[in-house]
């Protein structure tokens, strides 16, 4: 059976006009009580056609790393790090074996998503020839932000030197990972889980060009000559090359080893001076680099075979190594001019790699992360790769952010009752040296500073949110803007200039 479901983006003008997606209805042969259940407690998350959404797609070929009785137990107890919630006092086990049952049965079909759809959705808003090549607006271009509202899918352009939003403007449904800026940050690329990348235009405020890459879609990267976009998918399992000019898709890369068997892609980077994309393969034990700086071979895949699936990981700042952990705990140090493995780490408590950062404590450099399963931040010594401390925080966190000019490093307290907390640590000690609250009994998430890291700015992760924005030397509260929960911030100067403070 074929159903239409709307897309449920909201954009301006004609282009707003929502749009009819053809997608194909799930569950024939499962239990109809699992199919009733999964409507009622999955489908607004994972989509109703289980192709992915706010969380991802629940199919077979994307679950075959997860056994079923351990996808039992996420459907029971929730799962750390993510908005996957606990069921296990809703549903009775019977149930949630039902559900599992469910989500392992193919799809009688899976939408194609290939070339050809690719670029039958593609979409031009405006034409770079009616577009003026000045700001309309007048702000220090390298000093303004871009904040991603998760709570009702805008975004708002923020003035960094007066705190004043510029522009609010709609996005895609639910954006992940962040926002990346391309052609000195006249450009921003968004990616949304449902796959669609958007290219805004932060001179004339406007979007200038929308392609669907993928149904499922992890992040996006855009390549540092400012000429590429790529996405990486979990469904269908590949990396997807975009022209960053009009988003017109060039090559379609589909993600397998020698052997044929096909992955989900756990997320891609730009490493600038390589002039190559990395990306981690979720369901392979392969890196691979994606060289775009060849003019002759394109987009050739250079593939590292490393020691075990690489879930998550982090770029050293010269974009030689990258440190990499998978989901069952096991850490792995990879050179990527030899490309081999030549460490391994223990870092148990699941440190979420992508938000790692690093600065000089006592003549070495060091690596901080927060973690998911545990209330610690791990900093790890970047020479011998032993760790230097363990500093003990209310809770797991997500986010840890820096400056260049700040002495301080600043990590969330994301999950569990003290989801309120924000610790600020002193990084020439290693001691955390003061803990915000600043809106009791609400998620605070995610700092990112300005150009001159004078200042760093909070989220209030909540519907009704806020944005605040706190001197980062005297650590008190200089702004409060209300906003639709607030969840990542970047800052154009900051990332065009891969800040050590802050992702890339
Ligand atoms: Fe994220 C970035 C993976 C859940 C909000 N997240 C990233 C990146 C990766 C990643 C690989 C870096 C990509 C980039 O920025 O280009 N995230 C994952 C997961 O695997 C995980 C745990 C499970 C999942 O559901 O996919 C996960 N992430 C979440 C959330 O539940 C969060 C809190 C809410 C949401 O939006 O779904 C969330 N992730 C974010 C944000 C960033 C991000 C805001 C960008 C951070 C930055 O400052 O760069």
Known sequence: MVTKIIDRCRLPGVWAAVSLFSLWSAGAGAAVDAGELYKKHCAECHNPDRLGAMGPALLPQNL?????????????????????????????????QALV??????????????????????????????????????????????????????????????????????????????????????????ASRDGWISKFDIYNLKYVAEVRAGINTRNLAVSADGRYVIAANYLPHNLVVLDADDLQPLKVIPAADDAGHSSRVSAVYTAAPRQSFIAA??????????????????????????????????????????????????????????GKAVDSLALPGMPHLSSGITWDY????????PNIKEGSVTVIDMQTWDMVKRIETLGPGFFMRSHENSPYAWVDVFFGPNKDAMHVIDKRTLEIVKTLRPAPGKTSAHIEFTKDGSHALLSIWDDDGALIVYDAKTLEEVKRIPMRKPSGKYNVHNKLTRSSGTSH
């Open 362 to 369: 006592k003549g070495r450099r060091v690596l901080a992360t």
């Open 101 to 190: 049952d469910f989500v392992y049965t193919p799809l009688p079909e899976v939408p194609r998503w290939g070339m050809k759809e690719i670029r039958a959705s593609h979409l031009t808003p405006n034409r770079p020839e009616d577009l003026a090549d000045e700001p309309v607006f007048k702000a220090d271009m390298e000093n303004l932000f871009i904040v991603v509202e998760l709570g009702d899918h805008h975004a708002t352009l923020l003035d960094g030197d007066k705190f004043e939003p510029i522009y609010r403007f709609p996005t895609r449904f639910a954006l992940h990972g962040g926002p990346k800026y391309g052609r000195n940050g006249r450009y921003v690329y968004f």
């Open 64 to 96: 075959k790393r997860l056994r079923k009785p351990a996808a039992a137990r996420v459907i029971t107890t929730g799962r750390p790090a993510t908005q996957m919630p606990a069921f296990g006092d809703k549903l009775t086990g019977e149930q949630i």
């Open 281 to 338: 393969l979720k369901d392979i034990p392969e890196v691979w680099e994606i060289d775009y700086g060849n003019r002759e071979r394109p987009f050739s895949v250079r593939r590292i075979r490393v020691k075990d699936y690489l879930d998550d990981f982090f770029m050293n700042q010269d974009y030689t190594r990258i440190v990499g952990t998978s989901r069952s705990g096991g850490g792995q140090v990879v050179d990527l001019d030899s």
